[in-house]
């Protein structure tokens, strides 16, 4: 193995394994062929994408769950900019991810952070271009900065920031109803229109 990859493992790597690779979950066993350097990388990155997902689904208060989310930007900000970190996840990442890789990682970084601002903030999607920004920013990034983290060619990385933002569209219309009972519809007003149907009719009792 090149001495590049090999990465002693650490209580920080083992915190990102706790929260991105449960037993018997589909990330787990995908990530299973990697090795070293790699599969720290992209498990820490899953890490920080459940942890903040987590606050936009369990934190009830919006001003806590900002509050939140703004940690999470200056913590990222820290991390990114002077190579350092608290936390476990973002130490993680820092350890198992080369300089170089790191500044690539940026941009998506804040895109993932944007999107759960933005399902903080939701207020629904009125044209199907709004709705594909934000699953492009959640699902399309996190599949971005997997692709960065493991050097992929620029070309896979636009491929599978699209299947990102797919397979993210697939999971709200698999969880359509947990979510309309949150107030969140993931659809596109422009789209329910064209089917002559609005909000108020996925609360009937009888949909």
């Known amino acids: 193995m090149p001495a590049m990859n090999q990465h002693s493992p650490t209580s920080h790597d083992a915190e990102c394994e706790r929260i991105a690779r449960p037993i018997g979950s589909g990330f787990r066993y995908a990530s299973l062929p990697l090795r070293g350097r790699e599969r720290y990388a992209i498990t820490a990155i899953k890490a920080l994408d459940k942890s903040l ?3 936009v ?11 939140k989310l703004d940690w999470w930007r200056g ?18 990442l820092l350890e198992s991810t080369p300089p170089t890789t790191l500044e690539k990682l940026v941009p998506h970084l804040e895109s993932r952070l944007g999107s759960a601002l933005l399902a903080l903030d939701y207020q629904g999607f ?24 493991l050097n992929l060619p620029e ?9 990102g933002a797919l397979g993210h569209r697939i999971d709200n219309l698999q969880w ?15 789209q329910l229109e064209k089917h002559g149907i609005n909000e108020a009719d996925f609360h009937r009792p009888d949909r």
């Open 53 to 55: 997902e987590e606050i």
């Open 57 to 67: 689904q369990t934190v009830a208060e919006p001003q806590v769950a900002r509050s």
């Open 75 to 92: 913590a990222l900000h820290q991390a990114t900019t002077e190579g350092s970190s608290n936390h476990p996840v973002l130490i993680s």
């Open 126 to 149: 009125d044209t199907e271009a709004d709705l594909n920004a934000y699953l492009d920013a959640k699902g399309g990034a996190l599949f971005r900065l997997y692709a960065q983290a």
């Open 155 to 163: 070309e896979t990385s636009i491929k599978l920031g699209a299947l």
């Open 176 to 190: 359509l109803g947990r979510d309309v009972a949150r107030g969140f519809i993931y659809l596109s007003a422009e």
